[in-house]
């Protein structure tokens, strides 16, 4: 079952040609969520066919221009695309000001409902929630108020053994009962342990998103043993100064943090733009973290059970 | 002498792969003007390889997104690339308040001055002027208020006549002085009229941007015997009643105006993505109004003298 990233974008403030700003949609077993929305995100989700109208949730990291400057756009085309579906975003304390005053002022109206979730966390809160994933909320350390999110899956059903309900003479009946963990009585009114008719569900997985920040050891916590951990890489160790300066993370601070939060793989972004080629990057982060792969705009990451 | 309109998105409403919203850029003489900035306008301008920094003025329509989505993007690009010489944005009562509320929430501190220039136009009004051009705006009629815009040139200096200047023994140290018209003296102390000395520059030019409006009568005196006319063609004429409401123009209003105001060419745009093809519409326009072109993103169209 599909646990996907797609990245629309992973260029840092100014877009250029190669890259666009940030965006991502995480698919989570057909389940689709936008996190960030720079400029140009509706075309980027045209770009690699997504279609528009599966994304009911929309995270928004900050309010910095490369993470927020295409919701507009997008909440604009969701309108004329003829959406009635309401839609939850999920932003910083101000992303309601922010949105609806550029409604307001181009007297725009929506047919649909939007619903907005605006946050100002001092600790890892579970901000959404659904049949297959749990999202949460956790503070990042920028310059301005800024969020990370986790997508925690939920486990699936127990998988049935068939032989084994025929050995114990168990009904095919009770397939829901077992597939959900209780124990069943068989033809012969004997009751029949689950863990002897069904096998474990494939472990659950999860994905982290964190950007932008600077090097936070909180971080590792909030994200513990991810499976798939983006974190912000937006210069080389030589640009250290820079970093600090500016409350980002080098690529050797995103596979510190990988490391020390146990994640899985890592995943980096959010280049300057400095960086044509994510070589260098990749190779920095590698040298501490070896499962590291570098995002390019287009790069689909599937998360494996 | 330059004078061209290069189309950085001639769609409407949703941008698509194929075209995108409106934006232009009039270069004037080595003047840059950039009209209408949608969604993804700082990715037309590197994609065409116009320098950004050659902008001074941005003129904005009216507030509808895919008119002035994209200005908040260029305008913090701007900041990133170092922009500190002073901005001036001409665009409708609110866009002052639709930029600085995305500023202030964004926390973004710009490194050069925006200047803004509110307008809500009654009438055909002088609103900026340098040394190669006059711009007037003047308004149209849309569900929001909006604003159409004109490009006037000035006349270039009169044009020496070397044989003349030698026949009638008048010294090229009055080169400057003839060019901007004043009779001379000769060596032997005889008045030289100007117009035996110079001939008259090339004739003047002008460009208008219309966009969007309903068909309206009043624009074709506002931009009387403009040289390039811009006006917006969102429908085909089997779509009138869409076009009345939604207060836009058929292919054939574009051309009613064109004819009426005596325009030497129509340059129609803004059109519904419905039509990937713009030559139906391009068509419909010609049957009334024989020298049209139909725009297309990256399109540049020379005005001659």
């Known amino acids: 079952m599909q646990f996907s990233v797609v990245i629309l974008g992973c260029g840092s403030a100014a877009p250029t040609l190669g890259r666009r700003p940030s965006s991502q949609v995480i698919n989570i077993r057909s389940h689709h969520f936008l996190v960030d929305c720079g400029e140009g995100t509706q075309i980027q989700l045209r770009k690699y066919k997504i279609k528009f109208q599966k994304i009911n949730q929309i995270f928004i990291s900050h309010l910095h ?30 992303i309601k000001e922010f949105i609806t005053t550029q409604l307001r002022l181009s007297e725009a109206y929506l047919n649909y409902e939007l619903v907005f979730t605006e946050l100002k966390l001092t600790e890892k809160t579970l901000i959404h929630e659904n049949t297959v994933v749990k999202v949460y909320a956790f503070p990042l350390k920028h310059r301005i ?35 959900s963990g209780k124990d069943v009585t068989n033809e012969e ?46 210069f080389l160790e030589n640009l250290r100064d ?16 990988a490391k020390l939060s146990g994640a899985g793989q890592l995943l980096i972004g959010h280049y300057s733009a400095r960086y044509l080629n994510s070589e260098p990057l990749l190779n920095e982060a590698k040298g501490l973290f070896v499962n590291t792969l570098a995002a390019e705009d287009g790069m689909i990451v599937e998360i494996q059970n």
Chains 1, 2 share one sequence.
Do not use: W
């Not at 221009?65 to 101000?94: A, C, N, Q």
């Not at 800024?146 to 114990?168: S, V």
């Open 189 to 234: 009114g004997q009751l029949i342990k689950n863990e002897l008719l069904s096998k474990d569900p494939p472990p659950t997985r999860s994905y982290a998103y964190c950007s932008d920040t600077i090097y936070h050891e909180p971080i590792a916590d909030y994200v513990k043993n991810v499976n798939l951990l983006y974190h912000e890489s937006t």
């Open 145 to 179: 108020l800024c969020h990370g999110f986790m997508f925690e899956e939920k486990p699936t059903e127990r998988r049935l053994q068939m032989a084994q309900l025929k050995k114990h003479k168990v009904s095919i009946a009770y397939a829901n009962s077992i597939k």
């Open 65 to 94: 221009g490369d993470h927020v400057f295409g919701l507009i756009g997008l909440l604009s085309t969701y309108h004329l695309l003829g959406r009635t579906k309401s839609l939850e975003i999920f932003g910083p304390l101000g």
């Open 242 to 257: 820079r970093a600090e300066k500016t409350f980002h993370s080098t690529a050797l601070d995103a596979a510190k943090i």
